[in-house]
């Protein structure tokens, strides 16, 4: 049975340093005056594309998005994605997983989740320079591997990551707004939905995981969503199981079993 493929963005790459736990990458050195394309792939960490300038497409979990000039592409573990970008783009490639940042304080765990809820993000050119000069300085860091750098990169990246929330937040125009406390039980419910949907199916299952009830749950997904959690369990179910369709040859029995269905008549049934 075989998995979706995780690799790194080029397949060129040599292992990073931490023990392939980070690393950042200049685009036009990357690009080496070539485009690059992939296959479809998954990976097991965090992916961070900010671009100056670009051209191309970029498909994440089946949603085709147009790679334009000030781009921010920010995906999270487990999502499935092939990336077309064109010579001539510019900006950084940042990678890590969460052995090298993961917040241990609750602010900062809930900044990297609101950071990461949306796939793309286009911002004005001021605001990504600023993102720029940040980035800059963490790849300064990673080559130059001074005393101390893995801390300092690990506190620059709380650095990016509170400005471009800002950012993100200055451009938002929504036609309603939700409290901070629903946008942040939502992330909560949309994160145990990515790591526990091959053993959780029931609603009650992720309301005792967030130490909610199944009634305050359903009022956070229909207040931020208008779904019910029910349809947004179904919904993760078909997406896991296309990126598996997508991106592996295994067969719909195999697929089933690893989405953990014992039955696959009924799986089928459901898909």
Known sequence: MKSIPV???STAQKEPD???NFSIRDIKELLNGKDMVQELHRHDFFFILVLKKGAG??????TQYEVGN???FLMRPGQVHQLTLNAGSTGYLMQFNTDFYYPNDIASAQLLRK??????????AKRVKKLLIILTYIFQEYIDKKEGYQEVIKSSLSIFFIEFVRHRQNKKISSYDISSYTQEQLEIFLDFLETHIATHKQVSQYAGLMYLSIYQLNAVTKAALNKTPSELINEHIILEAKRHLLATSNLVNQ???Q???????YFIRFF
């Not at 497409?57 to 089946?62: G, L, V």
């Open 7 to 9: 690799r790194y963005i």
């Open 18 to 20: 931490f023990s392939c």
């Open 57 to 62: 497409y970029h498909e994440i979990d089946f």
């Open 70 to 72: 000030y781009s921010v």
């Open 115 to 124: 950071a990461s809820n949306k796939n793309l993000c286009q911002l004005d």
């Open 255 to 257: 697929i089933a079993d």
């Open 259 to 265: 989405l953990g269905y014992g039955d696959i008549s």
